[in-house]
């Protein structure tokens, strides 16, 4: 997958667990990960491989590792001026690399950068209360974020507990998401 002119979002790894483990597992929800997919699909969705990366390494269900590993298109792979981007943002908040969780891969720097480098917003469900957490390092550098819920918005998603997208996706949808004030 290439970021293309429609890409619009990146979306970090605990955004994806979050659907997955703690909220809507593909198994009992197969229609809004249907959605997830086709968005991917169209462009408008990605993740850098480093979210990838963490989600086959992971302890979060072997169907979202699975899922990680079926889809290595909907990753792609940084490029060079995301290595320098990630060079600067680890100089300037050495903080967003915890050192200290005890997982091979750290997916977070490469979020925010490919964001940066894209024009994209970010989709996390981390905490945005805390200066230790995604939200808050694209709030630095300004790039806009978006929790899940606002994301369902702005693509003028609902689902049905009877099944099925009830409304079709849109660019236009009004959700809220927090923007950097300087």
Wanted: hydrophobic share 35%; aromatic share 10%.
């Amino acid at each position: 997958m290439s970021i293309s002119l429609f890409t619009k979002y990146c979306i970090d790894s605990s955004s994806l667990i979050d659907l997955n483990w703690r909220r809507y597992p593909q198994a009992r929800y197969p229609d809004l990960w249907g959605a997830v997919e086709h968005v991917f699909r169209d462009d408008v969705l990605v993740a850098p491989r480093e979210v990838r990366r963490e989600l086959q390494n992971g302890s979060h269900g072997d169907d979202l590792k699975q899922w990680a590993t079926d889809h290595p298109n909907f990753f792609p792979d940084p490029d060079d001026d995301q290595f320098r981007r990630v060079t600067l943002l680890l100089d300037e908040f050495p903080r967003v690399c915890d050192l200290r969780k005890r997982r091979p891969v750290d997916a977070d720097p490469w979020v925010i950068v490919l964001a940066q480098a894209h024009g994209l917003a970010v989709v996390s469900s981390e905490r945005s209360d805390s200066d230790k957490k995604i939200p808050y390092f694209c709030h630095q550098v300004g790039v806009p974020v978006v929790d899940i819920d606002g994301f369902f918005g702005e693509m003028g998603w609902s689902f049905s507990l009877g099944g099925g997208l009830v409304g079709a996706a849109s660019s236009s949808a009004s959700a809220e998401r927090t923007t950097p004030t300087s």
